[in-house]
């Protein structure tokens, strides 16, 4: 496979820089570094595959994966082994363990694959790391836009490095939220687009951009001011999770506990917005979908 050909390459000198804290753990910081540097080694994999795609296996109906799919995913597992030979691994692509005990790293090698089928530069690649159950550090890299939104557990969140935070809006009616459509879109079109209908009668605009990880990550740069999405996988809401808290936002189930990567239902926001926007949610899924 031509993943493993690339060499996995050694972080940026700026971005481990920009990333280092005089105050964060080591152990916290070497998580943190291993993560960022795996992220972007999938990402320069990603890129090498832009224009040579010549389709797609698909997993359900609508659910494709690629050459490059594979090819990120297995770089960025062995950027991980390397340093952390011992640690256990949940990926996208290939399986692996369940959170639980002890240390276990969730990837999405290439969220976003339908938009990258078809040329969108919008396509993140995703990966944390859990301990104990517990979000440790999280990483999402913006393939094309070279972006990198961190969060180390106590440390804040960031974006290429500066510290960055979730929106202050407070009015649901001037938010701009995202979200995205699970799988079996074509068995339940009629009902997820009901949510839609109904959400639009509370909130300035929705987006839908295909990339769930990104979502997330604009959320907790302010770019969005919430997202909710039904059936998302572990591995889309992993990373995202983490920087959501870090970034001093919420992100919590349908009934408003802390959300948690396989929920049904997750819905994310700054702190104003936290309760009225999951009711919105909420009272706006029909009955059944779930």
Sequence with gaps: MTGLAHSIREPAPSTTRALESEQMDASLQRDLDVAVAAARDGSDVIRSWLGRLRGADFKGEVDPVTAADRESEAIVIARIA?????????????????????????????????NFLHGVPHVGVSVALYQEGSAR??????????????????????????????????????????????????????????IIGTMLTHVQGIRRMGTASLDLAWVACGRYDAFWELK????????????????????????????????????ASNAALREVFRQRVAEAIPPGLL
């Design 82 to 114: 390397e340093t952390f030979p011992n640690d256990a691994i949940l990926a996208e692509e290939s399986g692996g363990d369940p959170l639980g005990r002890g240390r276990v790293w969730v990837i999405d090698p290439l969220d976003g694959t339908v």
């Design 137 to 194: 550090v999280g990483v999402i890299v913006d393939v094309f836009r070279d972006e990198v939104f961190t969060a180390a557990l106590g440390e804040g969140a960031r974006l290429n490095g500066q510290l960055t935070m979730v929106s202050g809006q407070s009015d649901l009616g001037a938010a701009l939220v995202a979200t995205g459509f699970p799988y079996d879109r074509r068995r339940h079109a009629t009902g997820y687009a009901e």
């Design 232 to 267: 998302l996988a572990p591995w889309d809401v992993a990373a995202g999770i983490l920087l959501i808290h870090e970034a001093g936002g919420h992100m919590t189930d349908l009934a408003g506990r802390p959300a948690r990567p396989g929920d049904r239902v997750v819905v």
